[in-house]
């Protein structure tokens, strides 16, 4: 019995280390930190102290200097006209659209008539009853204390 409890933990702990490093791949593209409201998370975008929240990282995108904080970068997410924003990807491997102020894009997340971007649509991080916007889900950008929010991966195709 002692031995099946054991297998059974390592089993178990094997899962979340292989479910957590996953998470953090994004193909051929650049991760750029979780998109959080979290400031402790450590690879969180809200956290001013981590390499992704961070004015000073190459790879933040609150960084005006740089590829994904500058606003005339075509990989920007401030940029108004962007066409390769960073994607957005849930803990559950849903796409949720483009980081992207380009009110024009169909996968911006600033598109309000957009699958991504409209308040009502249900894959939507705008839309506060479903699971990818509400302020309560654990996998919300939008939960100050969510233990898997989504990803960002910038686009190396």
């Given amino acids: 019995m002692k031995s099946k409890t054991i297998f059974l933990a390592a089993a178990i702990t094997l899962w979340i280390v292989c479910s957590s490093a996953s998470a953090q791949v ?12 979290n400031p402790f998370l450590s690879d969180s975008t809200a956290n001013k102290f981590g390499a992704f929240g961070s004015p000073y990282s190459s790879v933040s995108i609150h960084n005006s200097f740089g590829a994904f904080g500058n606003p005339y970068a075509a990989t920007s997410v401030s940029n108004p006209y962007a066409t390769s924003a960073p994607k957005i990807i849930a803990a559950d491997g849903q796409y949720l659209g483009r980081l992207s102020a380009n009110p024009y894009d169909p996968d911006s997340v600033s598109n309000p008539y957009g699958r991504y971007g409209s308040p009502y649509s249900p894959t939507s991080i705008n839309n506060p009853y479903s699971q990818y916007g509400s302020p309560y889900s654990p996998i919300s950008p939008n939960n100050p ?5 989504p990803i960002l991966c910038d686009d190396d195709e």
């Fill in 26 to 37: 994004c193909g051929n593209g650049v991760f750029l930190g979780q998109l959080s409201a």
């Fill in 145 to 149: 204390y969510a233990t898997k929010p």
